[in-house]
């Protein structure tokens, strides 16, 4: 405990309540990478997500790859090929490319939802699964190094090692 400084007037007492709140935040965060789940919003809590994000975070699916993806179609586009060539590309990144990734990622992010929510029903019969498949999936769609929470088990299943 420390003792309480009255601010002498509303614009200290506006900077406290910042310097209060950015530090609060900063915990909060730390908190959150540290995987405690007082910090987590309630999005992340309880077993039923912990468990979608275990599942998801232990797969390779087609949908994770989907920003990797369209970042490589775009620069594709962008590169000025010569233009017996350019045709070529369009042809094969909007006929081809992208559609069959659009399908790939429709489908993963439905059958991960799925899976997921069956599990869930199946591993917590009392727990509410109301959302629980939209959460699967759309962790699934992130790129694996900027989901949040971060992953605590590697593709495979096996246990994140602990940094050093």
Do not use: H
């Not at 406290?16 to 789940?37: F, N, S």
């Not at 790859?65 to 179609?73: A, Q, R």
């Not at 594709?76 to 369009?90: E, K, N």
């Amino acid at each position: 405990r420390q003792p309480v400084n009255a601010p002498q007037n509303r614009k200290e007492a506006y900077r406290q309540l910042r310097e209060r709140q950015t530090q609060e935040r900063a915990k909060a965060r730390e908190g959150m990478l540290r995987g405690d789940e007082r910090y987590f919003p309630a999005r992340d809590r309880g077993p039923a997500r912990k468990f979608a994000r275990d599942w998801v975070d232990s797969r390779r699916v087609v949908s994770q790859y989907f920003l990797p993806f369209s970042i490589l179609i775009l620069l594709l586009t962008w590169i000025p090929f010569p233009v017996q060539i350019r045709g070529y590309v369009y042809i094969a990144v909007i006929t081809i490319g992208w559609p069959v990734m659009m399908v790939g990622v429709l489908l993963t992010s439905v059958w991960v939802s799925w899976k997921v929510k069956k599990l869930v029903a199946e591993k917590f019969p009392g727990e509410n699964t109301r959302g629980v498949g939209f959460y699967a999936a759309m962790r699934a769609l992130q790129i694996r190094k900027l989901r949040f929470p971060p992953p605590t088990v590697l593709p495979g299943g096996k246990p994140v090692p602990p940094k050093q």
